[in-house]
Structure formats: C-alpha cells, structure tokens
C-alpha cells in the first residue's frame, strides 16, 4: 500500500498536520487507514493495519523516534529596521576592528593595529564579552547506551536546584581576571536563595569588571564590552522617557516606576524647543502633576 506515491503522499500530509499541533502515534496511522474514506480508496486492498506495520511505515516515512531538536527563532531578522540597525552595527563594528589586535585559533597573533588618533581614549580596543549560563542540580544527558541486562535505578524528578554563572571573557587573557579578582559571580537563583538576577545585579558586576579591566590594563587600552539582548539588559535609566502606562490626563503622583524620580526633561521640533512633562510647582490647581499624553501631545 505504501508504494503508492498519492497514498504515500497523503499520509506524509497528514502526519505532518498532526505533529504541528503535537506528537505523531504509530496508532495515529492504523486510525488513519481504518477510515470510511482511505478503506474505499483502497478498493480490494482494502484492509486494516497493525501497530507494528505503523511503526515500520514511520520509518519508510523518515519519522524517527527520539527527542525533538530545539531550532533558530529567525522571525524579523529581514524586517526593514532590523536589516538597518545590522548595517549599522556592521559598520561601526568594523571601525572597531581597526584597533584590535586579531589572533588565530591558537592564540597567534595575525595582525597588530596601525596607530592613528582616538580623542581622549588609548588606541588599542579588547574586546570583553559577557555571558551568563544556568546549571541545574539534575543535568543528565538523556541518550546514552545502556547494557540490556542492567537493571533501571530511579532517577530524582524535576531539573533541581540550579545556579546561573555570569562572566567576562578576553580574547587577550580568557576569563577577566586580575590576580585574586575576578569579574565572575555565581548566583544561586530562586526564591528563598539568591532570588532572581535581574539588571541591578548586572550594573553591580559590570562595575567591578570595569574596575578588574581598568586595573590591569592601566591605561594602556579601552575595553569595548558586549552584551546579548537579554531583558535584563535593556533597563532603561529611572528617569527615561517612555510613553509605557502613561495615562492620558493628568496625575498628581504618575510616575513610570513606583517611587521613582520624574521623567527627565525632553526636546521636540526642528528649534529643539523644550519639553517638562510635569507642569510647574507653581501651578495654580495641578502644582507638580504629570501632565498626561493628551496635554504633551498638544504642546507639540
């Protein structure tokens, strides 16, 4: 039965709509062929299936049994702004590059910067990547040959307590480092432990590995430090402009984080005219009240 290319086509078409909303059974294909519709297609050959048969015509199919491999998110990599901010970062990039020193896979020095004028800064730029990685109590690889005759041992339930290591490394030194000092921390993640590493976390490392880099450089080179886009890393400033959860009228206590400070003041237009969003203190009824979204859009 499976010969035939339609049929071998059809069931293909329907395992794949299957497996998009979940996992595929080889019961999935004894059903399958059992319906009113495939029996009277298949005329005199016309005749149920056994699982075990499902199981072999998976194969054929080139369905395999094993853990699904986790693929790339590429949606909105060729969207317009994303294709423009790459560009930019590609060309910035490649000024930086002028004042690298670049070095092969084993660490041998390829090419060595020519020197030319950097305002207020040393020539030479190190790269200093960061990187954060979590561990969990229970990592196990889940594939692995086992002797047939070995008897099954329970293994613990759940991932475990975990610990997330976050670090800085150098193509020059590897791990950022300067004797006893390290830029590393481990962070034992979780409530009723360390809590949750979020971006105050982050500032306070970022500051010491500046400190590190800065004493053992001595001034002799700048560090150019790179971060994903993870959200602990786009925190804006306290006082950042955001239009996020601005209401509309105004608010004699709006502020955009809970006890924070105000907005900081902002500029519009082609004169760069000024902009509070907060009316004066001596404001006759709304004394320091934020404006609202309605009133700053009227300003402008």
């Known amino acids: 039965i499976l010969e035939d290319e339609d049929f071998r086509r059809?069931?293909?078409?329907?395992?794949?709509?299957?497996?998009?909303?979940?996992?595929?059974?080889?019961?999935?294909?004894v059903d399958y062929v059992a319906t009113e519709e495939v029996q009277q297609r298949l005329g005199t050959r016309a005749r149920g299936i056994h699982v075990r048969t499902a199981r072999r015509w998976l194969h054929k199919l080139s369905w395999r049994y094993?853990?699904?491999?986790?693929?790339?998110?590429?949606d909105g990599h060729e969207r317009e702004d994303v294709v423009e901010y790459r560009n930019?970062?590609?060309?910035?990039?490649?000024?930086?590059?002028?004042?690298?020193?670049?070095?092969?896979?084993?660490g041998n020095v390829l090419s060595t910067p020519t020197g030319f004028p950097v305002?207020?800064?040393?020539?030479?730029?190190?790269?200093?990547?960061?990187?954060?990685s979590t561990f969990y109590e229970n990592d196990r690889r889940k594939m692995h040959w086992v002797n047939e005759h070995a008897k099954a041992v329970a293994e613990k339930?759940?991932?475990?307590?975990?610990?997330?290591?976050?670090?800085?490394?150098?193509?020059?030194?590897?791990?950022?480092?300067?004797?006893?000092?390290?830029a590393r921390v481990f962070f034992k993640a979780g409530k009723g432990r360390d809590g949750y590493f979020d971006s105050e976390d982050l500032l306070q490392q970022v500051e010491n590995a500046i400190d590190i880099f800065e004493g053992k450089t001595n001034g002799f080179a700048t560090g150019?430090?790179?971060?994903?886009?993870?959200?602990?890393?786009?925190?804006?400033?306290?006082?950042?402009?955001?239009a996020r959860k601005m209401p509309k009228n105004p608010h004699a206590t709006w502020r955009q984080h809970k006890d924070g400070p105000k907005m900081r003041l902002t500029n519009f237009g082609s004169d760069n005219m000024p902009q509070d969003f907060y009316f004066t203190e001596d404001h006759p009824t709304m004394p320091g009240w934020f404006k609202g979204m309605e009133n700053i859009i009227r300003e402008r």
Do not use: C
Not at 66 to 74: D, L, N, W
Not at 225 to 240: E, I
């Open 224 to 242: 150019l430090f790179l971060f994903d886009n993870a959200p602990s890393h786009q925190k804006r400033a306290q006082d950042a402009l955001s």
């Open 119 to 132: 305002p207020e800064r040393a020539f030479r730029l190190i790269l200093v990547t960061h990187d954060e």
């Open 10 to 29: 059809d069931i293909q078409l329907h395992l794949t709509e299957i497996a998009k909303k979940g996992f595929i059974r080889a019961q999935d294909i």
């Open 88 to 106: 930019k970062f590609v060309k910035r990039w490649k000024e930086y590059e002028k004042r690298f020193i670049i070095y092969d896979n084993n």
């Open 157 to 182: 339930k759940g991932e475990g307590q975990s610990i997330m290591v976050s670090d800085f490394l150098t193509s020059e030194w590897g791990r950022l480092t300067d004797g006893d000092e390290e």
């Open 66 to 74: 094993r853990q699904k491999k986790k693929g790339m998110y590429i």
